[in-house]
T-cell receptor, first 109, second 113 residues
Framework: AQSVAQPEDQVNVAEGNPLTVKCTYS??????LFWYVQYPNRGLQFLLK??????LVKGSYGFEAEFNKSQTSFHLKKPSALVSDSALYFCAVRGKLIFGTGTRLQVFP | NAGVTQTPKFQVLKTGQSMTLQCAQDMNHNSMYWYRQDPGMGLRLIYY???????DKGEVPNGYNVSRLNKREFSLRLESAAPSQTSVYFCASSAVGSSYEQYFGPGTRLTVT
């Protein structure tokens, strides 16, 4: 069965510092992995995805994610956090889309 | 280009009442989905429609029915609402295939008293 785990309910980071939001997965076969962001009272927005190829995937708003097959991880990263990055972040895996429980990112000025 | 639209934005129901949540997309996507979002649970798939004319159950289908009215529209019906169905409901659409990302509507916040 497919599953996704986001081990941290909340991540706090100071503006300008690098950020990492963690995700691990369990799938049989090739994983199709996604990151979405949800701002307050809004629907989810697609950030980036890994399908195949380069393990470092670049996405919207300066975010990137690193696919690590041996550690079954797909962590979301950004070199320099902004206050406006504060939101709820979801990792997900396809076939049918299975979402993690979400990580709230809080960036402090 | 509105993307994915949902109506209504908010709804309060009494236990036992029925209602239909509407969803439409203008991106010519074949696949459409209904999710519910509950605190600490992430998003859970209720039903999906891989293409016009087909619907399938997701992870939490009990208490819900769906209709894929045409390529653009996918509705979710609660026949007899229960307090456990208090949630935020999201509709999404995508191209066919597991490698394609989904596009989400703004959500419907439903409270069942």
């Amino acid at each position: 069965a497919q599953s996704v785990a986001q081990p941290e309910d909340q991540v706090n980071v100071a503006e300008g510092n690098p950020l990492t939001v963690k995700c691990t997965y369990s799938v049989s076969g090739n994983p199709y992995l996604f990151w979405y962001v949800q701002y307050p009272n809004r629907g989810l927005q697609f950030l980036l995805k890994y399908i195949t190829g380069d393990n470092l995937v670049k996405g919207s708003y300066g975010f990137e994610a690193e696919f690590n097959k041996s550690q079954t991880s797909f962590h979301l990263k950004k070199p320099s956090a902004l206050v406006s990055d504060s939101a709820l972040y979801f990792c997900a895996v396809r076939g049918k889309l299975i979402f993690g429980t979400g990580t709230r990112l809080q960036v402090f000025p | 280009n509105a993307g994915v639209t949902q109506t209504p934005k908010f709804q309060v129901l009494k236990t036992g009442q029925s209602m239909t949540l509407q969803c439409a997309q203008d991106m010519n996507h074949n696949s459409m989905y209904w999710y519910r979002q509950d605190p600490g649970m992430g998003l859970r798939l209720i039903y999906y429609s891989a293409s016009e004319g087909t619907t399938d159950k997701g992870e939490v289908p009990n208490g819900y029915n769906v209709s894929r009215l045409n390529k653009r529209e996918f509705s979710l019906r609660l026949e007899s609402a229960a307090p456990s169905q208090t949630s935020v409901y999201f509709c999404a659409s995508s191209a066919v295939g597991s490698s394609y990302e989904q596009y989400f509507g703004p959500g419907t916040r439903l409270t069942v008293t």
